[in-house]
């Protein structure tokens, strides 16, 4: 038999401890795999081993036993034959007493006793044998760190698996369990230690059992390790974190009741202590004790734990109360984990037992409150000891107050009359009309200290609400006597916490503060039995509307109200109170929305614009409301503004668009319904525009005309293709009705022209603009009525300098004919059509050199367009204009992969050229212009032509032209024969070069870097290429850093360093000295041979730059030095 | 040679919170910032921060890894700077007056601030007055140019700046 020879040797593989422990862990592997597939069943491996089990050589047998553990263990999901289970747990069980082999008889039980669900299991009796040898004759201290976790873990799975015969044993394992924890150090031990602690006072749980008898004792082990400290922080015992273990030991301790008498004064001596860790732990634990102990037993320590609790709270809070916006919905001061774990411990005790309030309501300090309450006025006139008596005070009863129902109806009882007494504020009658006899002293006698625990406790009180409502059958809040109180109380509160407000300044924020927190808090309670009655509730909506309205100027306490309106809102959507969100709706929405429109207000337009949309952003029935406000809004100040001149009118306007736009537009999908009422607002847009036919009042109104594209643009953009037409449609029509259709039929020839400078009216440029951005805007499925007179129109006014109209050529061009091939026909052009007229067409009437209009579809340099460009015809305005338009068509052109784009690029090289083709010299401003366009070209841009905007984009475009006109450009570089077109190429191929992803360009490292490195000469000549020189700088460094261009960078090493050189010294922009200075010191990576001999140069130029201007440009150097 | 340590329980000092600087959203491209008493501090400790000096030579216990700062040998205020003198200045405190690895903290600042201004500067090194007891001779030593390039061309001096002055981590 194979297997069997093969197990020999295995065997003696594994028995042999000279051999290496992968030798070990191979052979035992081969076993267990051969027993799992049964080739091999246990009893002949038994009967196999039996040599290795017997024989007298004590680490050979040792060896053995340990094998048959491991195999046991292996074979845990195996099914067995229970009497060889039987017989096995037998020979382990005997084994536990022959110290030598102790490892191999535990772990054999141990995997035996975990056995479970499967064929043959360990009898009752058995573990009961295992258990009784265990503990007479396994010394468990005296054995090794892996032996020692084992016994822990066999006890533990003893416990868990066999309770009964465990119980039988009663006090032996108890004493078993004692002398084993004894001494532990280790944690991986303890842990489990610590479990078995807590399984046996839970087997034991009566007060005769071993465990009452033995609690002394036992208590006495695993107290010893309380405070849980670690002396070795690092390294490794990082298996167990301490925040586990101390976990488990406070387990242990509050497992059972009997622990009482030991742990309680133990709890709070080590809470006196200094150490932080050790309050924590004994809070915690002190917190877990409560649970388990039970309240009888707990009762006897109240005063002392109640007298510590107040020691941890005082001692852990500080006295700064913060009256920022952000402390407005949360405690207001920093709390530590001490103060974090006694507030819990306190909430626990009062929950469990309501008589632990009688202690709090009875404490001198809590009583003297009162006192120290009425003695200031001010909070900041408040000793420190004052305050943070207040803050205490207000923290206790507050947690007490939040931990039942019970317990904060006494608190309301004791202390909250008192309380509104002491504050002079005053029930009012079962009537609901004020008792107005102290309506003076009211806002004369603002304590400051009183308010804050007066909402604290409102805070409190209202947490309880939403418990109390979710199971039906409790009877609702409404009846609880706390609520009663806040009932009788709550108008005059508000009318107290609404003056407060009202009479803040503001160098004393903690007026407003307290006031508006107040007010949150009276209008933050849930459901109709809340105790603030609707129409106090309104009463508080419009306190706080107020505050917002009437305010000129942003204070705090116009932020604190906006965000307390705002908590408000979210609020009722959050719970969906219709009945408040009626009010809201009412008071809040409409109040601001009704600011909106109207134009005269003292409030500035940004800030009402501000809380209007924060406000509605909280619902969207809201929001639907607020859009419709800005509509009217927009109408209003829009027609003011032409009607009557006003100019405030028509900045309103622009800060209305720019808040639709960053506020609204971002929130699109988030909010069901907004694209819509977005639609209806461009369209209303649109309608304002065709209305207002006449502006009488001439207005350099750029900010305005740049605001409502920008907003054009994006409703466009996140609109449906049904309401992008709708939109498109509109906008047509106004257009067709304007004065701009004239522009088509202008002849267009050059004279004409030339004659057109001047002769948009403003109206007619803002409709042209609209209208460009929302063809931008709109996507290929979109339908563009009459695109041929359209792009005639865009032609001829992008000729004029207009931008925007030669971005919407580009999209056009871009988007054309893509959506048509499924939908409907959306265009009556194709893209050939359109790009005949771009090219061809709208010249042909030009009375020049009309002739040479030949090739049909090629646009290359002998189109009309082309000649302009090339300064042919007509003026250098003209030139550069159709430049410009020219790049933006390419761009289109290119980022749909049209092969026209090439034609393009050969004309803008063409310009670039210090004379072109047929001998004209080109003006230096049309080169550079030239030299632009491949910026946009290859840019992306914000304003069009990007995936918001529904460009068609393919992948790969850039690449595709860079690899176009790298080449050409180079040869270009190389025959210029004027450094100014020299230079424009250059720039030309930066552009190029540093838009494209760096993985293409260190794929043409070798043939790049020349390039740029003289690119990197030639541009810092001029201060003007800055901006240029600095993003192929970073070119280069991208290359420098990478592995890829390792090997032709440390070709080139002595240019680029030569280069890197003079630009650490480059006077006109500090992050190209700096990145620079970077360089130098990564090319420190490049093999030492290479770099040696520049080593002078390099630190003659780092030492130049050590006395820089710019600081963080001399920290570099002194760090590329070093490094050098 | 002295075979224990020299100061074998130094006092320890918190480290004072760093002054944070205010204009480092300066936006004007052309503006000077000249160098002041904090850089030249921050040249000081940034680089080669923690540099055990009461165990460079016997021991090196990663228990114990003080800065010159948390001895208080040196601090921000030991540096006066007047750039446009090209002055530096820097003090520095031994811990105890015996010490005598005094000469090598002051050659490593000296060597470091050498590396780190620009060549205009005239560096003065100096010990606290009353702080050492051979003050006078240290005081010399250290602002002896020549004794300073002698000292530079001992290979073994050499190696021990370059280990104080190379970078540590915390």
């Known amino acids: 038999m194979a297997a069997l020879n093969n197990l020999t040797e295995h065997l003696e593989a594994f028995v042999d401890v000279t051999r290496s422990p992968t030798h070990h862990a191979e052979s035992l592997k081969a076993i267990a795999t051969s027993l799992e597939k049964s080739v091999l069943s246990i009893n002949q491996l038994v009967v196999e081993m039996d040599m290795y089990l017997t024989t007298t050589d004590d680490v050979v047998r040792a060896r053995g036993i340990l094998l048959l553990a491991e195999m046991l263990d292996y074979l845990k999901p195996k099914p067995l034959d229970n009497a060889v289970v039987n017989s096995l747990v037998g020979f382990f069980t005997a084994k536990l007493a022959e110290w030598r082999s102790v490892r191999g008889a535990l772990s054999g039980c141990l995997a035996l006793i975990k056995r479970k669900g499967v064929a043959g299991l360990v009898t009752a009796t058995d573990a009961e044998a295992v258990a009784k040898s265990m503990a007479q004759s396994v010394q468990v201290q005296s054995l090794a760190l892996y032996d020692r976790k084992l016994c822990f873990e066999l006890l533990e799975c003893l416990l868990e698996q066999y309770p009964e015969a465990m119980i039988n044993l009663g006090d032996l394992m108890v004493y078993a369990t004692c002398e084993a924890i004894d001494g532990e150090k280790d944690p991986p031990c303890l842990m489990v230690a610590f479990h078995v602690v807590e399984l046996l006072a839970r087997l034991f ?53 009997f622990f009482e008498p030991y742990a309680i004064p133990l709890l709070l001596e080590k809470l006196s202590s200094s150490l932080p860790v050790a309050k924590v732990d004994s809070l915690k634990c002190l917190k877990d004790c409560a649970v388990n102990y039970g309240v009888n037993r707990m009762k006897k320590h109240y005063e002392g734990i109640w007298s510590a609790i107040k020691d941890a709270l005082y001692a852990s809070t500080g006295t700064d109360l913060s009256f920022g916006l952000e402390s407005l919905t949360s405690p207001g001061f920093e709390m530590n984990e001490i103060h974090r774990e006694a507030v819990n411990l306190l909430q626990r005790l009062v929950k469990q037992d309501i008589s632990f309030l009688g202690l709090v309501a009875d404490d001198i300090r809590v009583k003297m409150i009162f006192d120290t309450i009425s003695r200031y006025s001010r909070y900041e006139e408040m000793l420190d ?19 039942s129902v019970e317990s904060c109806n006494t608190i309301f009882e004791t202390f909250f009359v008192r309380l509104m007494n002491t504050l002079g504020i005053v029930e009012s009658t079962s009537t609901g009309d004020l008792v107005h006899n102290e309506n003076s002293t009211v806002s004369t006698r603002l304590y400051h200290g009183g308010l804050h625990l007066c909402i604290e406790l409102l805070t409190a009180s209202k947490d309880l609400i939403p418990s109390s409502e979710e199971d039906s059958s409790t009877p609702g809040c409404a009846q609880q006597s706390w609520c009663s109180i806040v009932n009788k109380f709550s108008a005059s509160l508000i009318e107290a916490f609404t003056s407060a407000v009202q009479s803040s300044n503001d160098d004393c924020t903690a007026d407003a503060y307290l006031g508006v927190k107040g007010l949150l808090a009276m209008g933050m309670f849930r459901g109709g039995s809340s105790p603030v009655s609707r129409s106090e509730y309104e009463k508080i909506l419009t306190t706080l509307t107020s505050i917002i309205a009437a305010n000129s100027a942003k204070t705090v306490k116009w932020e604190l109200a906006l965000k307390a309106l705002v908590c408000m809102g979210s609020f009722i959507d959050q719970y969906h109170e219709s009945e408040k969100a009626m009010s809201y709706m009412g008071i809040v929405v409409e109040n601001l929305v009704s600011l909106v429109r109207s ?100 207005f350099n109104g750029r900010e305005f005309v740049e605001a409502a594209m920008k907003t054009m643009r994006q409703i466009v953009g996140v609109a449906s293709v049904n309401s992008q037409n709708s939109i498109i449609q509109k906008a047509y029509n106004v257009i067709s009705l304007s004065t701009l259709p004239a522009m088509e039929s202008i002849p267009l020839t050059f004279a004409a022209l030339e004659g057109l400078q001047h002769d948009l009216s403003t109206r007619d440029e803002l409709i042209l603009s609209l209208f460009a951005s929302v063809i931008i805007g709109a996507s290929p499925m979109a339908s563009i009525p009459d695109v041929k007179s359209l792009i005639k129109l865009f032609m001829v006014s992008s000729l004029k300098g207009y931008i925007p109209a030669a971005q919407a050529l580009g999209s056009m061009v871009n988007k054309l004919g893509v959506g048509s091939g499924g939908t409907n026909t959306s265009s009556d052009c194709s893209l050939e059509e359109a790009c005949d007229i771009i090219f061809h067409e709208s010249f042909e009437s030009g009375n020049t050199n009309s002739s040479d209009v030949t090739s049909k579809t090629i646009c290359g340099s002998e189109t009309l367009l082309a000649k302009i460009c090339l300064g042919f015809y007509g003026s250098l305005d003209l030139q550069t204009r159709a430049i410009t338009g020219l790049a933006w068509i390419g761009k289109g052109l290119l980022m749909r992969g049209d092969k026209r784009v090439n034609e393009i690029a050969l004309v803008l090289v063409e ?41 068609v984009i393919r992948p790969l475009y850039k690449q595709r032209f860079f690899s176009i006109t790298v080449p050409i450009l180079e040869s270009l570089i190389v025959n210029s024969q004027t450094p100014l077109s020299r230079t424009m190429l250059h720039v030309a191929l930066a552009h190029v070069i540093s838009n494209v992803p760096v993985t293409v360009i260190l794929d043409n490292t070798k043939k790049l870097l020349p390039v740029i490195l003289e690119g990197l000469s030639v541009l810092s000549v001029d201060s003007v290429h800055k901006e240029i020189l600095f993003s192929l700088l970073l070119v280069l460094s991208g290359t420098l850093t990478d592995i890829k261009g390792r090997q032709s960078v440390s070709d080139n090493a002595h240019r680029i360093i030569e280069c890197l050189v003079k630009l650490a010294s480059y006077s006109h922009l500090m992050v190209v000295r700096e990145t620079a200075i970077q360089c130098l010191a990564t090319l420190l990576e490049l093999p030492h041979r290479r770099i040696y001999p520049f080593r002078r140069e390099v630190l003659q130029a780092v030492t130049k730059a050590l006395d820089d201007p710019k600081r963080r440009v001399r920290e570099e150097a002194i760090k590329c030095r070093q490094a050098w | 040679m002295v075979s224990g340590l020299i100061n074998e329980n130094p006092t320890v000092y918190e480290r004072k919170e760093r002054r944070v600087r205010t204009d480092s959203t300066n936006t004007d491209e052309f503006s000077v910032e000249p160098i002041d008493q904090l850089e030249i501090f921050d040249i000081l400790f940034f680089d080669f921060a923690i540099v055990n000096i009461h165990h460079i030579r016997d021991i090196r216990d990663p228990e114990h890894p003080y800065s010159l700062e948390q001895l208080k040998v040196l601090t921000e205020d030991s540096v006066e700077v007047d750039d446009l003198k090209s002055y530096v200045r820097v003090t520095f405190t031994p811990t105890v007056e015996h010490c005598s690895m005094a000469t090598i903290i002051g050659l490593s600042v000296r060597v470091k601030l050498m590396r780190s201004l620009p060549p205009r500067y005239k560096i003065d090194i100096r010990v606290a007055p009353g702080s050492h007891a051979t003050e006078a001779a240290l005081n010399k030593q250290l602002n002896d140019k020549e004794r300073v390039a002698a000292a530079l061309e001992n290979p073994n001096l050499v190696e021990m700046v370059d280990e104080c002055l190379s970078p540590s981590f915390e």
């Open chain 1, 911 to 951: 310009c670039l050229k210090s004379t072109n083709s047929s001998g004209n010299a080109l003006h230096p401003t049309a080169m550079k212009h030239a030299a632009d366009a491949f910026l946009t070209l290859m840019s992306d841009s914000e304003a069009c032509l990007n995936r918001k905007l529904h460009a």
């Open chain 1, 599 to 698: 134009s005269h207000c003292s409030l500035p337009h940004p800030m009402i614009l501000e809380a209007t949309s924060e406000v509605c952003s909280t619902s969207p029935t809201y929001v639907e409301k607020m859009v419709q406000g800005f509509e009217e809004a927009f109408c209003s100040s829009f027609s003011d503004f032409c009607v009557n001149g006003n100019f405030k009118s028509i900045e309103n306007c622009s800060q209305l668009l720019e808040c639709v736009t960053n506020k609204l537009l971002p929130r699109v999908t988030e909010i069901d319904g907004l694209e819509k009422s977005l639609v209806s607002f461009a369209i209303s847009m649109w309608n304002q525009i065709e209305s207002s036919v006449v502006f009488s009042y001439a």
């Open chain 1, 385 to 403: 000891t004052s305050k943070l008596e207040v803050l205490v005070v207000s923290q206790i009863l507050s947690v007490s107050a939040r931990a």
């Open chain 1, 205 to 257: 749980p009566s007060p005769s059992g071993p465990v009452a008898s033995e609690a002394s004792d036992l208590f006495e082990f695993i107290s010893c390790y309380f405070p849980l400290h670690y002396t070795h922080t690092k390294g490794d015992e990082a298996s167990i974190p301490r925040e586990d273990l101390s976990r488990g030991l406070s387990l242990a301790i509050s497992s059972t009741p």
